[in-house]
């Protein structure tokens, strides 16, 4: 039997979830063992699969790093980062920094720098399709959120991942779009996904995209 963590809650089923190598199993709070124990049993192929996905990006995460002359995403574009006289970061075609940095700086650096322009475009963009779509904002918050991309509060507050900003400009479109959906419905309901579409018809397509960055971010590691 594979060693797992259990977690259990009011959810109605039983799921799987596999990050850094270890197998989380969420069950509804009934759930026997036997019933956990087989339905992983069911699973055994997809999870032993997933977990070598998991070794292999594990590992790369551990190799990733950033040196001056590489590049980084900016609204799906590389750009290259560069040293710069002076103690002054930003971007400019290309990610500027004070010469000498190790790589752990810089990519400290590249963050500080994506979370300034994820707080000026994505504002821009809250601000422009909310109009589009007839609803108020009250604020727009940039975050650290590793596996969320967006979120709306109650009280109609935006968040999102300053990661989002690697995104092409039409998935953080999209991305923006469907928490501004949320203001009017807070939930995944047909009529939910009828307001974005009538804004994006194409949405599908851009989601497609945007689980294509999350693949390539597993790959990297940007913790600081």
């Known amino acids: ?45 997809l999870i032993e699969d997933r977990l070598v996905i998991s070794e292999k990006q594990a590992k790369s995460r551990e190799s990733f790093k950033l040196d001056y002359g590489d590049t980084a995403l900016y609204l799906g574009n590389e750009y290259p980062i560069a040293a710069k006289p002076g103690n002054l970061i930003g971007f400019d075609n290309c990610f500027y920094m004070p010469e000498g940095l190790p ?34 904002v009250n604020a727009v918050r940039i975050n ?5 991309w967006g979120s709306c509060s109650s ?9 989002l900003i ?33 804004v994006l018809p194409d949405y599908h397509e851009r989601k497609r995209r945007l689980r294509e960055l999350n693949l390539r971010l597993a790959n990297e590691d940007w913790e600081n």
């Open 166 to 198: 690697m995104a092409d400009s039409d998935v953080v479109d999209y991305v923006v779009v469907h928490e501004l959906a949320h203001i009017t419905e807070m939930n995944h309901s047909q009529k939910f996904w009828s307001i974005v579409n009538a």
């Open 103 to 136: 790589p752990e700086e810089i990519r400290a650096a590249c963050v500080q720098i994506y979370r300034l322009l994820a707080k000026r475009d994505l504002s821009n963009r809250v601000w422009h399709f909310s109009e589009m779509m007839s609803v108020s």
């Open 1 to 45: 039997m594979i060693d797992y963590t259990l977690t259990r809650s009011n959810r109605k089923t039983i799921a799987i979830y596999i990050r850094n190598g270890v197998v989380e199993v969420r069950a509804p709070l009934k759930a026997t063992k036997k019933d956990i124990e087989n339905f992983l049993l069911s699973k055994d192929k």
């Open 155 to 163: 009280q109609k507050s935006l968040n999102f991942s300053w990661r």
């Open 144 to 148: 650290g959120a590793k596996t969320r």
